[in-house]
């Protein structure tokens, strides 16, 4: 295990790592939601237009909304798409919502994932799918939104209603498109308080359950018959599904994979299963990507206390003996923790992750690139391999990142100013 500390700001920085003054106001934009007293963004996309599309939580004057805006490359509101610019909605009338995760398909279309809020203390995983004017796809689902509810209320989880923003807590939702346009889900179900499995869900591309998929369009995903949490998913390029989360309490980091029908890869790490500790700390997965040599790179957080965490291992699931002498990495910026949220694999085989420092006014933006042996660039960040940036006077929070076509990157996220504003942000890459 290593830890690398760095309890103080990094001095100004020079090309990569460093605030795009060409984009927005100096680097970094609020995206506008029309009526919305607060919004938080956690997700972004780019289409094939180069626009910036986000995803986000949106508060309304009769509670949360989903919202999905659309910037063009400069980071200008593109007023062309929805109402000024951004769709405002909920997966079902009459109920609240959040929206999380954004995909652009092959057609242009635009597949937004989040959560239905069923009430104060239940969620459900939802979907919209909406046009390039901002208008919802009426063949897919219900009129263009789907709720998808499972027999025995499997897909129902929990409402985080006492987490503060930015701390790692209960509601999780992530999304990917098979090659055949099939839509892969995850869920967390709490049988108990102290009892609950995560799902791996699969509809069709008209947004029904898929009965093909493990025989009853989803698969419960439970190791050692521990609490099993998940929290992110990726295709890989051989179609087969690689979901990541923790197991047990205190937590375990956890990897698992899927062949593309439902059934569980025996062949990966011991019995389709990897479970790892940061030595003596708890870890927690966020974000998986797989690199081009089929290598997986697992991004999250250690606990207690809380630092940044990479972990690299092998397709076959085994840990990566010639990196970190085949243990996870630990990270420590600031005084309060810090975490890695997201992450996206580069086609030079680096990998870009974002997260933030936690802690009030201490929570700022973090930005790394880690090189494909899964060590940090020391050519981003003034020498450092990764960035951190206060964007305004309180909280900042990035939760999404996408990398643009001239290799410049886009993070997405929130501030707090009086109250939570969804912000975008353009770094030199």
Not at 196 to 222: A, K, M, T, W, Y
Not at 362 to 387: I, Q
Request: net charge negative; with cysteine; proline share 3%.
């Amino acid at each position: 295990m290593s830890i690398q500390s760095a309890l103080a700001l990094p001095t100004p920085l020079q090309n990569a790592g460093q605030l795009d003054p060409a984009f927005a106001g100096n680097g970094k934009t609020q995206v506008y939601f029309a009526g919305s007293l607060c919004s938080m963004a956690h997700g972004v996309a780019i289409d094939a237009q180069g626009r910036l599309l986000v995803a986000a939580k949106v508060g309304m004057s009769d509670g949360s909304h989903f919202g999905l805006a659309r910037l063009l490359k400069d980071g200008s509101a593109d007023l062309s798409f929805g109402i000024q610019g951004s769709v405002i909605g909920q997966f079902e009338a009459g109920y609240e919502a959040m929206g999380a995760k954004v995909h652009v398909l092959r057609d242009g279309n635009i597949l937004l994932a989040g959560l239905h809020y069923e009430n104060a203390h239940r969620t459900l995983p939802a979907l919209a799918l909406i046009d390039q004017q901002g208008r919802l796809v009426q063949p897919f689902g219900d009129n263009g939104r789907r709720v998808v509810r499972l027999p025995g209320g499997l897909s129902l989880g929990m409402r985080d209603t006492w987490l503060p923003p930015g701390v790692p807590g209960a509601e999780t939702c992530d999304v990917a498109v098979q090659e055949d346009g099939r839509i892969l889900l995850l869920a967390n179900h709490h049988f108990e308080m102290a009892d609950h499995v995560g799902l791996l869900i699969r509809l069709d591309i008209e947004g029904s359950l898929d009965s093909s998929f493990n025989g009853h369009g989803f698969v419960i995903v439970r190791h050692l018959l521990m609490n099993t949490w998940l929290s992110s998913l990726r295709v890989q390029r051989d179609g087969r599904i690689l979901v990541g989360g923790s197991i047990n309490f205190p937590h375990e980091g956890l990897l698992a994979r899927y062949h593309a029908d439902g059934r569980l890869d025996e062949s990966f790490s011991l019995d389709g299963f990897m479970a790892f500790k940061a030595q003596d700390y708890s870890a927690q997965v966020s974000q998986v990507v797989q690199q081009d040599n089929g290598d997986i790179l697992c991004f999250g957080s250690s606990r207690e206390p809380m630092h940044c965490l990479t972990f690299k291992v092998h397709s076959s699931g085994r840990p990566d003996n010639h990196c970190n002498a085949g243990q996870p990495q630990r990270l420590e910026i600031g005084h309060s923790g810090c975490q890695w949220t997201c992450a996206q694999a580069q086609p030079d085989g680096s990998v870009l992750t974002a997260g933030a420092t936690i802690g009030g006014i201490e929570a700022d933006f973090l930005l790394a690139r880690y090189l494909p042996d899964g060590l940090l660039d020391a050519d981003f960040g003034d020498g450092n391999g990764w960035t951190r940036t206060r964007l305004g006077r309180s909280l900042d929070t990035a939760t999404a990142i996408a990398a643009q076509a001239d290799g410049n990157i886009v993070v997405a996220g929130y501030s707090l100013d009086g109250n939570y504003k969804a912000v975008v942000t353009r770094f030199l890459g």
